[in-house]
Structure formats: C-alpha cells, structure tokens
C-alpha cells in the first residue's frame, strides 16, 4: 500500500522559515512526479510547488515564487518544501502528492486520484 507521510510542520511567526518533508513508504517514487499543496480553513485545495521525476523541473505558484523552493531526494524516496519569509497567509493544511504516472513533468492541477498524503498544518502568526 502506498503511502505518503508529512512532517515538519507548526507554529512560526511572520519572516520564518519551516521545512517540510514527505517521506513515501510502500512503493518507490523515484519516477514520479512529486508536489506540495495547501489548504486553508474555508478555501479550495491549491497548487503550491511541483517537481518532475527527474528533479530537472521545478513548478512553483506566484504566491510562493521566491521564498520556497520544492527539492527531492529519489534515493530517499522523499520530497521537500523549503519555506522562508513565512507569511500569516500562507497559514494552511500542506499536503503532499505524488503522481500516478510515470516519468512525469511538473503539474499544477489537484488530481484526485493521486497519491495524497494526510497533511501537516503550518500556522504563521503576525
């Protein structure tokens, strides 16, 4: 069974950094195409970063473009979300996904039937 496992979250003010990782276990997803998402209270599922298979390319949303940076490590089965220059608005449930496909390029749409992790809250307060 597949699974994707996030870490790294919490409580931090305003102009701080957090890293997050998504570790995957029962499946290796070094062919993959890996990304972070986030959802605030009240608000729609969305895009932050993406990265293809190979780590050549990276995807990030204006919002963040800048002060994250997605990275992966395909020996480690593992994906990151560098986050600095927090802001309260980037307050929300992060979550990680992993693509279903093979060999993919970076994509910015939620895709239901990827892979999901269960997500890790970031809190930036003021």
Same mark, same amino acid.
Not at 83 to 87: P, R
């Given at each position: 069974q597949a699974q994707l496992v996030e870490s790294g979250g919490g409580l931090v003010k305003a102009g701080g950094s957090l890293r997050l990782s998504c570790a995957a276990s029962g !499946?290796?997803?070094?062919s993959s195409a890996l990304g972070w998402f986030r959802q605030a209270p009240g608000k729609e599922r969305e895009f932050v970063a993406s990265i293809s298979?190979?780590? $050549?390319? +990276?995807?990030?949303?204006d919002s963040v473009k800048g002060r994250f +940076?997605?990275? !992966?490590? !395909?020996? @480690?089965?593992?994906?990151?979300?560098q986050?600095?220059?927090? @802001?309260p608005e980037d307050?929300?449930?992060y979550y990680c996904a992993a693509r279903k496909s093979m060999y993919g390029s970076t994509w910015y749409a939620v @895709? $239901?039937?990827d892979y999901w992790g269960q997500g890790t809250q970031v809190t930036v307060s003021s």
């Open positions: !499946r290796t997803f070094s298979w190979n780590g $050549e390319n +990276t995807a990030y949303a +940076t997605i990275s !992966r490590d !395909r020996a @480690k089965n593992t994906v990151y979300l986050m600095n220059s927090l @802001k307050t929300a449930v @895709k $239901e039937d």
